[in-house]
């Protein structure tokens, strides 16, 4: 089988420390992952310091076995939209790796865990170069999703990173994201297109939706924290590749019950909006005051308490070490 790379990019920080943790700890026990083949992208500080001590532990943990921790410092123009972060990590990535242009390539994010192994066999066929294989985010990607919030959106976000409309209304049943298996041909200017697009994005919808908001108060508006999501898509439709949803690559979120769980190769720890719902919420324990160990056990019918499982295994283990 063709070699495939798993990359994700993040700021060095300790609220992503324990999710690159878990997400290593399943690839190492679930998912029959090369770690070898394991790329962990990140940002330093901008005020020049070291990444957080705990990143750090669970650098050196994982190191031993092979996993890639690589830093970048974070030179963006503008520090409004988080995601942004992602792309122009991966810029200088693959400026300082530019040998990834000729691999297969999975970018995921890092609040992911395998489940079971993801069989990629089917993925590599030699007359599809110019396929890139992608999980199923229409309901939240896709133009019909765009164009039902109306107010022109859609002719709007065109018009800021100049694609062609009509090629974007065409590409509903291949408007996937989340988790990305790239083709060789990826190269940094992709994801420098993909970071500038991004921002120009965030920028122009969000003044839009200000906009309608004043006439409309009521609406709802767009998930604009997506603008990375349409970035990667839709440049990769410039580039010519297309993008097929591929069901190997779907995922459960968090908020889903035990059953999709083990039917699902990819869980994303995502989809909770509170701490009061019963399931793991991973933005109570943001910095070491509140480590993820800390929170309440997660009932077993929900796919949460498993990843919550992942969690508490490799972060105790990390603590120890």
């Known amino acids: 089988m063709d070699k495939i790379y798993y990359i994700c990019a993040q700021p060095a920080v300790f609220y992503y420390a324990w999710q690159i943790d878990a997400l290593l ?26 990444p957080e001590d705990y990143f750090v ?32 990590l991966l810029k200088k990535h693959w400026q300082k790796h530019p040998w990834l242009e000729k691999e ?42 765009i164009e ?22 065409s590409k509903e049943e291949e408007s996937g994201g989340a988790q990305y298996i790239l083709r060789p041909g990826i190269d940094y200017k992709f994801w420098d297109n993909v970071y500038k697009d991004c921002e120009k994005l965030y920028t122009n ?15 709802h508006e767009i998930q604009i924290w997506c603008a990375d999501m349409w970035s990667v898509l839709w440049n990769l439709w410039k580039l010519g590749y297309s993008t097929p949803i591929r069901e190997e690559l779907d995922f459960t979120w968090a908020n889903q019950a035990k059953p999709q769980w083990e039917k699902n190769a ?11 719902e019963p ?23 929900w796919a949460s308490h498993y990843y919550q499982q992942l969690i508490n295994e490799a972060y105790l283990n990390t603590t120890k070490s």
């Open 25 to 50: 700890l399943s690839f190492e026990k679930n998912g029959n992952v090369d770690l070898n083949c394991v790329h962990i992208v990140s940002s330093t500080p901008r005020t020049g310091e070291p």
């Open 57 to 88: 532990k669970v650098q050196k943990k994982w190191e031993k076995k092979g996993v890639l921790f690589e830093y970048y410092k974070d030179t963006r123009g503008h520090w409004g939209y988080i995601s942004s972060i992602r792309p122009h």
């Open 104 to 145: 297969n390539i999975f970018y995921h994010d890092c609040d992911i865990a395998l489940t079971k192994p993801i069989d990629f066999e089917s993925f590599f066929d030699k007359n599809a170069q110019k396929e890139c294989y992608l999980s199923d985010t229409r309901s939240y990607i896709g133009p019909k999703y």
């Open 148 to 169: 039902s919030k109306g107010h022109g959106l859609l002719k709007d976000m065109c018009g800021a990173i100049d694609i062609d409309i009509n090629l974007v209304k």
């Open 205 to 219: 919808v969000n003044m839009r939706v200000m906009e309608v908001k004043r006439e409309a108060p009521d609406w």
């Open 266 to 276: 990819i869980y994303h720890n995502a989809g909770v909006t509170g701490p009061n």
């Open 279 to 301: 399931y793991f919420f991973k933005s109570m324990h943001i910095n070491s005051n509140n480590p993820p160990t800390n929170a309440k056990i997660v009932d077993p019918g």
